[in-house]
């Protein structure tokens, strides 16, 4: 059983920037980043694969957050900079049973384990 707990939220002004980290109980394979928004479903923001250098993003964070792991450390993080209004929401760490995904990766099926979650507020 793989339990995830996730920290670094809070609030920022807009064009600042946060770091979300993940800590894992447990094995870790591919693990993910979801974030809902009030009034919105849980959208896919992140992917990284059991090696650092295979990564997948949202086209609306691309070129802005940046994922990446410490191994020794089993936690994942997620750099947020340019930070924008619509990027506020609950921010959750996800973790799945498998190493490769597919064409899964962006779909919360594909992941077993989540986070309680952690709050992000971007103000204007």
């Known amino acids: 059983q793989v339990q995830l707990v996730e920290s670094g939220g809070g609030l920022v002004q807009a064009g600042g920037s946060l770091r979300l980290a993940c800590v894992a109980s447990?094995?870790?394979?591919?693990m993910g980043w979801f974030r809902q928004a009030p009034g919105k479903e849980r959208e896919f923001v992140s992917h990284?694969?059991?090696?650092?250098?295979?990564?997948f993003y949202a086209a609306s964070v691309r070129g802005r957050f940046t994922i990446f792991r410490d191994n020794a450390k089993n936690t994942v993080y997620l750099q947020m900079n340019s930070l924008r209004p619509d990027d506020t929401a609950v921010y959750y760490c996800?973790?799945?049973?498998?190493?490769?995904?597919?064409?899964?990766?962006?779909?919360?099926?594909?992941?077993?384990?989540w986070g309680q979650g952690t709050q992000v507020t971007v103000s204007s």
């Open positions: 996800a973790a799945s049973r498998r190493t490769y995904l597919g064409d899964t990766y962006s779909q919360e099926k594909a992941y077993a384990y």
């Open positions: 990284i694969g059991g090696s650092e250098t295979t990564t």
């Open positions: 447990g094995r870790t394979n591919a």
